[in-house]
């Protein structure tokens, strides 16, 4: 408490936008190549802009749109779009560990909305309490970026030459490896179930007998497989799982 | 199957999986084996959803190898997301020019 009466609500704000910047403007990058994902699945750039601003989610929109793609049934898109943003329900636990036992409900609703990877990484370093202020303020500069890149990438990507636009759809991987990477190379366990999952996956996708099986379907089947046997197998130490993302 | 539905109910999941935690619990999970699976979760998913699709994405498979072998090397020595999904584009943009 004594540290949200120490900074006003407005200085908060100021530094979360200024922390939110360089965000923004990685955001702005890799929504570009989602909106080329979503481009492909048919979606307008309006609707892709509209998914990107209410769901805020790389990995979980990707998996969205590569859904859609093929027609899949709701209840795919929601199990998938489960799945691939689990990790924010952890996040969230952390965070609400990190605000003042007494924040307003209001501030938890509104904060949960863009709870990502990196507003939530710059959000759980501040020190001390949380001021919801401060999240608030990196929001004003994360969330434009993404709706804005997403916008693009439909409305620009298609006159961009093919050559461009293959170099560009890999662009989402390359960040998935920079969120699974370094705690893998720091973690044993970590990095075994990433190695585990790259050969499951692949093995999956040459496997006839799983060729039926729609690929969103095999992600959620091996994820909860290899996630499980690790947790069984190696569950995590009290100081890791919700203090560390 | 309607786009806008599409868009619903995933904007739907995601905020519920955000704002349930914040809003009803307050102390930390203590079930040790639900807490290590959620703290795996993300990795493995994402882990299964990159290989072999980093590879197939691209117009040529290695170009696809190439960002790939390029993105880890580059996460791994503390690139920031920004740059590693920067150079794994510049790397197939540059390796398609010789392969195809």
Redesign the interface.
Known sequence: MEAIAIDSNRTCFQRGLRDGM?IA??YF??SF?LGLAAKNA??SAF?AM??SL????S??????FS??AV????WE??IM?????????????S???K?A?DTP?RH??L???D?T??VFGISIAVPGRLNPWYTYGAMSAAIPGWGVGTFLGVAVGSILP???V????????????????????DNR??LG???L??A???AA?RWQLLAGISSGV??II??VV???A???L???KDE???S?S | MNIWMYILVSAAVSYLIRVTPLVLIRREITNRTLRSFLYYVPYVTLAVMTFPAIVEATQHPIAGLLALIAGIVLAWKGGSLFLVAVICCLVVFVSEWFLI
């Open positions: 360089p403007l990685g990058a890799v190549t048919g979606f609707q509209i998914e209410t769901n805020n989610a990995a979980g929109e990707y998996a969205v859904l859609a027609g899949a049934s709701y898109v929601a779009t489960l799945v691939t943003n689990a990790r924010y329900l952890l996040m969230a636990c965070l609400s560990q605000l036992p409900l938890r609703m904060i949960a909305y709870i990877d990196e093919l050559r461009l293959s170099a560009l759809s890999v662009g989402l991987y390359g960040m998935f490896l920079a969120i699974i990477v370094p705690p893998a190379r366990v970590i179930a990433a190695l999952s790259f499951a996956s692949f996708s095999k992600t091996l994820t290899i996630a499980l690790a947790a069984i190696f569950p995590v890791e799982g919700a560390k």
